[in-house]
């Protein structure tokens, strides 16, 4: 069944999505650490980007009005949203506002916005606000302008200061994302100017509410790959990148900070909402070349008509083929569905990145019947008990929700692949 056909019968099949999440694969440049799908500004002409901007429109609009009942969250990222030219940046606004206005809230209830420094001008600042976003990304990643070079980012120290400022005085709340575990060049190369804990801190003292500190991950084929293989930059270490969180984490900490992610801090009140679901493993659906839904199944007889054979979530997949996508988004759009087992250790690995942790009540109501275990009551599921056993210092079970402590998150990845291992026994 294509997708095409899937949208025209498949609504009721599935939960329904309320986070809408629209991909824009331009920037300015490509950093050199970049795996996304994303196209530096000589790649395309603005003919193409606002011709992108109408097609991604007609995309959401379709998608939503297939899937959805009401938007709550709406999140637009890419690549650099603000890369586009004014004229298509305001298409894609109203576009998202009239959407909405379709299904139910105009504006969301939140709207998020990506940005890089070197293209938030004040113009798009102020279509921003009258269109109702209420929320800016910013990828600042750092203030030293040798990590800033290192990273091939296309701004500068001055650059950042001055976006900052900007999106301070906007009146929207602002998230800026820092990165960590940098790589250094092997030869020279002073202590960077800012570390981590005062960047941080000196973000969270001027009126960001929100912090997204991402290790930087070095991606096959990237510019910072073939650096580190010619010995010209090192790897960092992951006991300094650690320790580097830590102060960070314990500087914002003081400044009210709660560390709600494994990668995010936020006041109380200024967590991202639309990333929710993401972590909840509720529906939400992706528009763009690049983007990716997934759609909860909510009733399996439905879902078996469509094809699911089992399957308990459905994840669409738009490519990342810019052309094909234009050309025919439904074409270019795969479809996969994803097993009982396969879902369940979805839901708990995105569960256990939060401080909230995993929702034992709605894991056992999915998957209980699979596990034998059909009334869990929000108790962890027997299957889990021999990871669970093995980090019983870090796990904590708790008013329906199994959770894991701050240094739990810092060691999530061996204890997923415990908690995967312990599911082989999944028939
Ligand atoms: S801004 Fe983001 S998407 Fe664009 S090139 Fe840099 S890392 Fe990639």
């Given at each position: 069944m294509t997708f095409a056909d899937l949208r025209g019968r498949g609504a009721g099949a599935f939960e329904p999505p309320r986070a809408l999440y629209l991909h824009v694969p331009f920037c300015s440049t490509r950093c050199a650490y970049c795996d996304f799908h994303s196209f530096g500004a000589g790649a395309s002409s603005p003919a193409q980007r606002a011709a992108y901007a109408d097609a991604l429109v007609v995309r959401a609009g379709e998608l939503v009005d297939a899937f959805s009942d009401r938007v709550d969250t709406v999140f637009i990222g890419g690549g650099t949203p603000t890369a586009l030219e004014d004229e298509?940046?305001?298409?894609?606004?109203?576009?998202?506002?009239?959407?909405?206005?379709?299904?139910?809230?105009?504006?969301?209830?939140?709207?998020?916005?990506?940005?890089?420094?070197?293209?938030?001008?004040?113009?798009?600042?102020?279509?921003?606000?009258?269109?109702?976003?209420?929320?800016?990304?910013?990828?600042?990643?750092?203030?030293?302008?040798?990590?800033?070079?290192?990273?091939?980012?296309?701004?500068?120290?001055?650059?950042?200061?001055?976006?900052?400022?900007?999106?301070?005085?906007?009146?929207?709340?602002?998230?800026?994302?820092?990165?960590?575990?940098?790589?250094?060049?092997?030869?020279?190369?002073?202590?960077?100017?800012?570390?981590?804990?005062?960047?941080?801190?000196?973000?969270?003292?001027?009126?960001?509410?929100?912090?997204?500190?991402?290790d930087l991950v070095v991606e096959e084929g990237t510019r910072v790959a073939e650096l580190l293989e010619r010995g010209e930059l090192r790897r960092a270490d992951e006991d300094s990148s650690l320790r580097e969180r830590t102060a960070a984490e314990a500087a914002l900490k003081r400044l009210g900070f709660g560390r709600y992610e494994v990668s995010n801090y936020a006041l109380p009140g200024s967590e991202c909402a639309h990333n929710q679901a993401y972590w909840s493993m509720r529906s939400y659906l992706g528009a763009g070349s690049g983007a990716v839904s997934t759609l909860i199944v909510a009733d399996s007889a439905a879902a078996s008509a469509l094809g699911a054979r089992g399957g308990l979530s459905l994840r669409v997949e738009e490519g990342r083929n810019l052309g094909a996508w234009l050309e025919d988004p439904d074409a270019a759009a795969e479809t996969t569905w994803i097993s009982a087992k396969d879902s369940a250790f979805e839901m708990a690995m995105m569960g256990l990145r939060t401080a909230r942790g995993l929702d034992l009540r709605r894991f056992g109501a999915r998957f209980g019947a699979f596990l034998g275990e059909a009334e869990p009551g929000g108790k962890a599921p027997r299957l889990f008990a021999p990871a669970i056993e093995r980090w019983k210092d870090r796990f904590t079970e708790a008013d329906g929700f199994l959770r894991l402590d701050g240094e739990g998150l810092d060691l999530l990845n061996p204890i997923l692949v415990d908690l995967l291992s312990a599911m082989d026994s999944w028939a």
């Open positions: 298509a940046f305001g298409t894609l606004l109203a576009g998202v506002a009239a959407i909405c206005a379709r299904k139910g809230h105009s504006p969301p209830l939140e709207w998020s916005v990506e940005a890089n420094p070197e293209s938030l001008t004040p113009a798009k600042l102020s279509m921003m606000a009258a269109a109702g976003v209420t929320r800016l990304s910013i990828g600042v990643q750092s203030m030293d302008d040798a990590e800033l070079r290192t990273l091939g980012r296309g701004a500068r120290h001055a650059d950042n200061m001055r976006a900052m400022e900007l999106a301070l005085r906007s009146g929207l709340a602002v998230s800026a994302d820092l990165m960590t575990a940098l790589p250094r060049p092997t030869s020279g190369g002073a202590a960077p100017a800012s570390s981590l804990e005062a960047t941080a801190l000196a973000l969270a003292a001027s009126g960001v509410g929100h912090l997204s500190i991402y």
